[in-house]
């Protein structure tokens, strides 16, 4: 990935922006009524800075998302907001896939079955 992708304002500005896009969506928005937006989008940029790094995160995806009642569709929307997000802030169309995939691929500690 390219320096500008890991560039803490510019994942801080996709991070803002997805979270704009998951509240206003009809569908997503109850799983976050009540929540700590804010403290969310902190952890969310730590998690993608951490996957854009090839490192690893302190959350427990499992754990976390437990009980919540997360969909497949959900998360594909999900998943759809965050590439909306990065594309809308500059990120080239090669990065938002590969993110993209990175997240896709952690369906299985999200989604329950």
């Known amino acids: 990935m390219s320096a500008q992708t890991g560039s803490p304002s510019l994942l801080d500005t996709a991070v803002e922006r997805f979270y704009a896009l998951v509240v206003a969506d009809p569908q997503l928005a109850p799983w976050f009524t009540g929540v700590d937006v804010d403290r969310l989008r902190r952890h969310q940029a730590e998690f993608l800075g951490a996957a854009l790094d090839g490192g690893s995160t302190r959350f427990d995806l499992r754990r976390t ?4 009642g997360i969909d497949d569709a959900a998360y594909d929307r999900l ?7 990065l594309a809308e802030v500059g990120v080239d169309e090669g990065h938002v896939r590969e ?7 952690l369906r ?3 989604v329950e079955a």
Request: net charge negative; no cysteine.
């Open 65 to 68: 998302h437990a009980g919540l």
């Open 79 to 85: 998943v759809a907001h965050l590439a909306a997000a």
């Open 99 to 105: 993110l993209a995939a990175l997240v896709d691929g």
């Open 108 to 110: 299985d500690q999200v």
